[in-house]
């Protein structure tokens, strides 16, 4: 069936270090994606998103790429705190409609 | 604080009872959604209104499921006869209309625990 997946369930790094975290989607016909970040007991916090027409966005501190050939995302975090330590999701709109499909997450450790 | 507000934070019930929850989205947005996630788990979609219309229905959302949005704003989520299956956490989302391709924001869920 459709999914959107992440290729590493944990990630430890050091303070200071930039982070890479990867997602695959397999519907290519998704054309809309957002990265979320959620702290325990919180709900998802919008990160950054792209579309299906750009191959890179940047943000503070924040880049998205898309690989439309091979289906993959990853979000790039810059000199990474341990405020950013938390799960990070990737999620895509698959039809233009309004669902988000959710990959199971990627969580974050940040090292001090 | 204008962010998506959910109530309330947690629901502790017995197998069988009622519960109701309730979303009060961003102001000025006319798309709302519903979603349920368990533990380790990312949020799976269950529907989504624009303004009053319920525009989309998994096929999670079994018939013990109920949501309305009856003026457009605030929006209710029924669960009848609760069973343990149904302990998660239900987070509601709104986004800005038209398409698809605007950021949903989040409010932080209601955790139901089902005793």
């Known amino acids: 069936g459709e999914s959107v997946g992440l290729h590493l369930p944990t990630l430890s790094v050091q303070e200071g270090d930039n982070s890479i975290i990867n997602c695959a989607y397999s519907n290519s016909a998704s054309d809309y994606f957002i990265w979320y970040k959620q702290e325990s007991g919180k709900g998802p916090q919008f990160i950054i998103d792209?579309?299906?027409?750009?191959d890179k966005r940047q943000g503070q501190r924040v880049t998205v790429l898309l690989n439309k050939t091979v289906k993959h995302l990853s979000l790039q975090i810059a000199a990474t705190q341990p405020g950013d330590s938390a799960v990070y999701f990737c999620?895509?709109?698959?039809?233009?409609?309004?669902?988000?499909?959710f990959g199971q997450g990627t969580e974050l450790s940040v090292k001090p | 604080d204008t962010g998506v507000s959910q109530n309330p934070r947690h629901k502790i019930t017995k197998r069988g009872q009622n519960v109701t929850f309730r979303c009060d989205p961003i102001s000025e947005h006319n798309r709302l959604y519903w979603y349920r996630q368990t533990l380790g788990q990312g949020p799976e979609f269950l529907t989504y209104?624009?303004?009053?219309?319920?525009?989309?229905k998994s096929r999670l959302l079994s018939d013990r499921f109920s949501a309305e949005r009856p003026k457009g704003s605030f929006s209710t989520l029924e669960i009848q006869r609760t069973e343990q299956g149904d302990s998660a956490m239900y987070l509601c989302?709104?986004?800005?209309?038209?398409?698809?391709?605007?950021?949903?924001?989040f409010g932080d869920g209601t955790r139901l625990s089902i005793l």
């Open positions: 989302a709104s986004s800005l209309g038209g398409s698809g391709n605007q950021p949903q924001h």
């Open positions: 999620a895509e709109n698959p039809d233009q409609g309004g669902k988000l499909i």
């Open positions: 792209i579309r299906s027409n750009m």
């Open positions: 209104f624009q303004n009053e219309a319920q525009l989309e």
